[in-house]
T-cell receptor, first 116, second 116 residues
């Protein structure tokens, strides 16, 4: 079974600074997707960034980028120029590419606070 | 697309009562998921539909839980004889076919259940 581990329960960053959120996962599959989702308090979970395992290039979306290390099964999220609106819970998630179901498996999440 | 819609957003019920949640997925999304999320934890998979067929159920889905998706459109999740341990947020998510955003699972805002 696939597992996703987020070992840091909380992190804090100064506004305009950079922060990195860590995630490791375990799978025997060779092809899969990895995601970072953001969940603001009492708000909807939204996709931040997606990485396909077959791609060597790290995904980037504006201020958000990932460091995908397939051999180490590591998938960290870097947030540059942090903004107050980035404060939320962040979840790392895994999904197989094969099979009709391909459900998401989530980590426990990390609470990010942004200091003004 | 109007997004994944869930209602009611909040439900307080007495132990032993039945509750039903409804999910309207993004139009044309044929795959629908239910997840459960408790405070400070990541979402846990409950069940999956492809069109009207329920293809997978988690062991978390006890006999008191039943989900349906008639006609492959909206879905309902019913919890019978609620227990305090059922208190959680119930998240619905959907995704389309490959090539139609099928790589990404989109979430609703969730339905909070409090059993007193």
């Amino acid at each position: 079974a696939q597992t996703v581990t987020q070992s840091q329960p909380e992190m804090s960053v100064q506004e305009a600074e950079t922060v990195t959120l860590s995630c490791t996962y375990d799978t025997s599959e060779s092809d899969y997707y990895l995601f970072w989702y953001k969940q603001p308090p009492s708000r909807q979970m939204i996709l931040v960034i997606r990485q396909e395992a077959y791609k060597q290039q790290n995904a980037t979306e504006n201020r958000f980028s990932v460091n995908f290390q397939k051999a180490a099964k590591s998938f960290s999220l870097k947030i540059s120029d942090s903004q107050l609106g980035d404060a939320a819970m962040y979840f790392c998630a895994y999904r197989r590419t094969t099979g009709a179901n391909s459900k998401l498996t989530f980590g426990k999440g990390i609470t990010l606070s942004v200091r003004p | 697309d109007t997004g994944v819609s869930q209602n009611p957003r909040h439900k307080i019920t007495k132990r032993g009562q039945n509750v039903t949640f409804r999910c309207d997925p993004i139009s044309e999304h044929n795959r629908l998921y239910w997840y459960r999320q408790t405070l400070g934890q990541g979402p846990e998979f409950l069940t999956y539909f492809q069109n009207e067929a329920q293809l997978e159920k988690s062991r978390l889905l006890s006999d008191r839980f039943s989900a349906e998706r008639p006609k492959g459109s909206f879905s309902t999740l019913e919890i019978q004889r609620t227990e305090q341990g059922d208190s959680a947020m119930y998240l619905c998510a959907s995704r389309g076919e490959w090539g139609r955003g099928g790589n990404t699972i989109y979430f609703g805002e969730g339905s909070w259940l409090t059993v007193v």
